[in-house]
């Protein structure tokens, strides 16, 4: 069984290989090992294999728990197994929020980027309630694990093109049509800006032959579509296994011999113990290259994750600065530094509550 015995110590800054790791985000990996253990208790009920994967399965490997550099958790299943978890997750972990494309809430003005994963995050945003922070080792912000889907790659090289080609495009139709129809809507990378709705549904349909019912629930049909391209080579005609997000969307090497998921085993993470691909020397091999155990100290994400959080509580200690009496100075850390003359008047703030 997955435990995580989370003591003061580990919470504390300590340097790395070099990087230090703040206080901060030693309590975002701790509440994320939270999140980790409960998915692990759902899948271990009812039988369900899943895998450390890419920084998450670096770290257990090269660090035996978080790559210093590294702020989130990727796990990856078999498609077989990861659709079972999301029936049980529903009722089995209450209170989280089990995102992809079949829990979109564009009521709610929840804009989840679909490609393809899902997201099981602990709260939709910065919560400094003194009981969620107690239960979640002082860490105000959302966390959770990024879970991918890992399906059969088609022998056929031309065909498995054809099928990266459908998905990619049936998920940026699916950015077009929310950038549309959801007031507020807005993706960074805009590569999607220049479809025409109509003109899409039509190549989809003689893609695929499935036509689209625009006056329907077009995400809806649009999730079905790419995840039956996703999925529709099966374990008999396949050596390979990918997760079709990142082959979807140019990491074209991120595939893998089947045989290196056949099975898992524990080893060490942090202070307690995660599960890995039979075959992890593969695996990071294709991820990284041969030399994957030479530290590289930098992060592919924009560390850290919750950095927009942060700023939101950063304007709301300056627009209310009696509220910094509740908010330890370590909560704004990491972006003390972006503005020196906020950074001055949060010092002068600081300074006169004490």
Known sequence: MIRYEIGEVFLQDEERAGFMVSSLMKRCWAAQLKVVAEFAEVCSRHGLKWYAFCGTLLGAVRHKGFIPWDDDIDIAMMRSDYNLFLHYAEKEMPGYIIENYDSYTPEENRFFNFQGITRINNTYTADFNEDYLNEHYGFPYTVGIDLYPLDYVPRDP?????????????????????????????????????????????AIYNATGVKIDGDGDVLKQLNDIAVGISSYTKSKDSDMV???????????????????????????????????????????????????????????????????????????????????????RYYIQDVYNEDPAKKILLDVIYERIK
């Not at 990266?164 to 999607?192: M, N, Q, R």
């Not at 979807?248 to 090497?253: E, V, Y």
């Open 242 to 328: 990918a997760c079709m997000t990142h082959t979807g969307f140019g990491h074209s090497k991120m595939v893998f011999p089947k045989s290196a998921f056949r099975n898992s085993f524990e080893v060490p993470f942090e202070m307690g113990n995660i599960y890995i691909p039979s075959d992890p020397d593969t695996v990071l091999k294709i991820n990284y290259g041969s030399g994957y155990m030479r530290p590289n100290p930098h992060s592919p994400h924009d560390y850290p994750y919750y950095k927009m959080e942060e700023r939101w509580v950063r304007n709301y200690v300056l627009s209310d600065p009696m509220m910094a009496r509740y908010m330890p």
């Open 158 to 202: 031309e065909e498995y093109e054809t099928n990266k080609t459908i998905f990619g495009y049936t998920v940026l139709t699916g950015y077009k049509y929310k950038s549309l129809h959801w007031e507020g809507y807005e993706k960074p990378d805009a590569e999607y800006e220049d479809i025409d709705l109509d003109e899409a549904y039509q």
